[in-house]
């Protein structure tokens, strides 16, 4: 996609679930080849435990991440920007790779619901990961 270390962003409403396991995944599978962040149009106070919880079952630990807010400046300085529910929050600037991926909210599931989120999560991270490295 580009010939310079990608950064990419995962924005999602409350930057505690969806996008943090996916900055966790991109992470994990790209290591230092691809600058990763994760933000919220309007942050949780913390990341939802059966997020941890899915994550911590397939060995990616998120518990060290925070949810950060959204701020023009982090979506300026990313080569692709993931949405994942945020809508019309999410500030746009040319130039910019945009993707949205439709994703059900883990707030609130089971832990059933949101391995399925994960699964679909890490799919999409993987096809994402093979466009970065083409």
């Known amino acids: 996609m580009t010939s310079h270390r990608p950064s990419v962003l995962f924005v999602c409403v409350h930057n505690a679930g969806r996008s943090q396991m996916a900055q966790g995944f991109l992470a994990h599978l790209a290591g230092d080849r691809v600058e990763v962040r994760s933000a919220g149009t309007t942050p949780a ?12 079952e397939v060995g990616i630990d ?7 807010i959204l701020t023009p400046g982090t979506v300026e300085t990313s080569t ?4 994942m529910g945020c809508g019309d ?3 746009y600037f040319p130039g910019i790779t945009y993707r949205d991926w439709k994703l059900d909210d883990p707030a609130g599931r089971n832990i059933e619901a949101v391995r399925s989120i994960r699964d679909r999560i890490e799919a999409h991270v993987r096809d994402l990961l093979g466009e970065l490295n083409s």
């Open 80 to 83: 692709v920007v993931i949405t």
């Open 45 to 56: 106070e913390s990341i939802n435990p059966m997020a941890v919880r899915a994550m911590a």
């Open 89 to 91: 929050a999410c500030p």
């Open 62 to 68: 998120i518990t060290a991440q925070t949810p950060q």
